[in-house]
Each structure stands twice: as structure tokens, then as C-alpha cells.
């Protein structure tokens, strides 16, 4: 089983910055990629960026592209996503998730078999 909790967000004013961690524990060392997700209220969860735990392969969401960062610290099993430029937009609760059993870097939410409680990020306008 593998544990996953998000931290770091919180309110911005638009075109700050926040980053946003998610801490691992329990069976990590197999773990092939993590991935941030977002839900704003009343809408689907929708794939934010992803990353491959040895590679470091990423891949993002063309929302994203250029304002967010996803990087890893193995030796610390916690992913990370750097948001600068922030957007009204951005404003939903954010989740950290992790697929199991896959090969691949996977962009669809059950592709992924644990998931975090959630963070949320708030940016006012």
C-alpha cells in the first residue's frame, strides 16, 4: 500500500506562486510515476503534469504548459509541482496520485490507483 499527502497550498493572489508537495510512504520503491490532478468545483478531475520516478520524464497538460514545474527527490519519495504565473483558473483542490502496475506515464485519473486527500489552491483575482 502506498500513503500519499499533499501540502503547500493555500491562497495566492493571481500571477503568484506556490509550490506544492506530495510526501510517499509505505511501498514506494516500485512506484513508476506520479502524477498531480485537479478538480474545481463542479467540474471532472482533470491531469495536470506527471513524472517518471527514475527518467524523470514529464508530461503536461497544455493548461500548463510553461507556468508549472513537476520535479522528484527519490531519496525523499516526495513529488513536487511549481506553479508561477497562477490564474483564477488554476483555483481547484489539487491531488497527487500514483498508478500501479503500469510501464508507461499515464494521464487519465483510473490509470491511477492511490491518491492523496488533496491540497487546496485558491487564486483571487
Known amino acids: 500500500q502506498v500513503q500519499l499527502v499533499e501540502s503547500g497550498g493555500g491562497l495566492v493572489q493571481a500571477g503568484g506562486s506556490l509550490r506544492l508537495s506530495c510526501a510517499a510512504s509505505g511501498r514506494t520503491f516500485s512506484r513508476y510515476a506520479m502524477g498531480w490532478f485537479r478538480q474545481a468545483a463542479g467540474k471532472e478531475r482533470e491531469f495536470v503534469a506527471a513524472?517518471?520516478?527514475?527518467?524523470?520524464?514529464?508530461h503536461y497538460a497544455d493548461s500548463v504548459k510553461g507556468r508549472f514545474t513537476i520535479s522528484r527527490d527519490n531519496a525523499k519519495n516526495t513529488v513536487y509541482l511549481q506553479m508561477n504565473s497562477l490564474k483564477p483558473e488554476d483555483t481547484a483542490v489539487y491531488y497527487c496520485a500514483t498508478p500501479d502496475g503500469l510501464e508507461y506515464l499515464p494521464s487519465r485519473p483510473n490509470e491511477y490507483d492511490y491518491w492523496g486527500q488533496g491540497t487546496q489552491v485558491t487564486v483571487s483575482s
Open positions: 513524472i517518471t520516478r527514475l527518467s524523470g520524464n514529464t
